[in-house]
Structures are given as C-alpha cells and as structure tokens.
C-alpha cells in the first residue's frame, strides 16, 4: 500500500543554518506529493507541493523535489528563521483516492 | 486562505457528558475528513465522507460518531466523554478531484 516515511524529530538548528528534512514514499501509480506546515496552536496548511516526477514546488523560501528514482520528496530550506519552528509533515495523494497519506511529522525547533 | 471552521476552539468537560465539534467549510468540497492528533504530532484519520449522506470510518477505530446533512457541514459527536478522548481533533476537506486538502484550525479537548 501507499505510505511516507519521514525523519524522526525534533531537529534543532539554528538561526540561518540550512535546513533538509527527508521524506521518502512508497505508492503505486504516479502520486502528486506535499508538504505542510503546522504552526503552534494551529491547523495543517500547505507549504508547496509538486505533481509529477523532476517537478520542484516552492514557497516561503522552502523547497522539495519530486524524485521518481529515489521515491523521496526531501524538504530543503537554505536559511532558517525562528518563525519556521513548525512541525512539518510530508504527504502523497492521488487524485481518484479518498485519503491522502501522510508522515508522523518532524518538529523543527530554531534557535536565535 | 481556506475557508474552513472549527468550533469551540478550545473545550474543558467532565466525565460522561455529550459533546459536538462542529466543522463547517464555505469552498463547496465534497470530501471532508475528521483527524485526531495526538501529542506525538501524528495524524490519525477517524472519519470521512464523500459528500452529503456518506460517512465512512478512518484508519483509527473511534467512539465518536459524525454526520453529513449539508455539503459544508461535518459536525462529530461524541455520546459520553472520556478522558482517553482528550486530544487535538482536525477537520480538513478538499475538492473531489483536487488534492490539496484544507485544514480547519483544530478543537483541542480536555476531558476530566
């Protein structure tokens, strides 16, 4: 069945370090693949998302890439801030599904 | 922005008593979805439906019941409180055949 797997938190980093959080997938078919954002005290919401193999989705200086040949969507930013302590949570969906699948959330913590 | 309420926010109850988390989205999505987050940050889906008169249950086996008399409301109930139900409860919907699903800002439940 479908599924993601994404490193295990909490990560902390510091202010303008750089920033990758791996996500790797497993599913049938060609999924479109996302990653969200959840700040404290709030709902999910999307970060970016890509819906094919070699797309690249960007936001808020975030981005990800689709990789068909290593099955991973791994999130990277060059500079983090305090304001992107989050816990992010990477997902795979597909169009006819009824679910999209998502990872156990990583929480990113940054330090000033 | 998406459109997607949740109300209470924020709920203390005691022991036994009946409570309803009401859910309600003005983006006209016909699937929409109940998640229970626990402190880990994992998502566990407990109930969806694909449109109205449709409910289903989720991956997570739960007490709580829902309904979908109206296409922008998803209220979900439970009969009799009980501190193993204190968690953080999501609502999210998306368009049919979209996928990016839209959360709600969450209901955090506190049962004594």
């Known amino acids: 069945g479908n599924s993601v797997t994404q490193m295990e938190g909490p990560v902390t980093l510091s202010e303008e370090a750089f920033l990758t959080i791996n996500c790797t997938y497993t599913?049938?078919?060609?999924?479109?693949l996302f990653w969200y954002v959840q700040y404290p005290g709030e709902g999910l919401q999307l970060l970016l998302k890509a819906t094919k193999a070699d797309d690249k989705g960007s936001n808020k200086g975030f981005e990800a890439t689709y990789r068909k040949e290593t099955t991973s969507f791994h999130l990277e930013k060059g500079s983090v801030q305090v304001s992107d302590s989050a816990v992010y949570f990477c997902?795979?969906?597909?169009?006819?599904?009824?679910?999209?699948?998502f990872g156990k959330g990583t929480r990113l913590h940054i330090l000033p | 922005e998406a459109d997607i309420y949740q109300t209470p926010r924020y709920l203390v109850i005691g022991t036994g008593k009946k409570i309803t988390l009401e859910c309600s989205q003005t983006?006209?999505?016909?699937?929409m979805y109940w998640y229970q987050q626990d402190p880990g940050m994992e998502l566990h889906l407990i109930h969806y439906?694909?449109?109205?008169?449709?409910?289903e249950k989720g991956d997570l086996s739960s007490e709580s019941t829902v309904s979908r008399i109206r296409t922008e409301h998803f209220p979900l109930t439970l009969e009799s409180a009980r501190p193993s139900h204190t968690s953080q409860y999501l609502c999210?919907?998306?368009?049919?055949?979209?996928?990016?699903?839209?959360f709600g800002p969450g209901t955090r439940l506190l049962v004594l």
């Open positions: 599913a049938t078919g060609y999924p479109s």
């Open positions: 997902a795979l969906g597909r169009a006819r599904d009824d679910k999209i699948i």
């Open positions: 999210a919907s998306r368009l049919g055949a979209a996928e990016t699903q839209y």
């Open positions: 439906s694909y449109g109205v008169n449709s409910t």
């Open positions: 983006m006209g999505h016909d699937k």
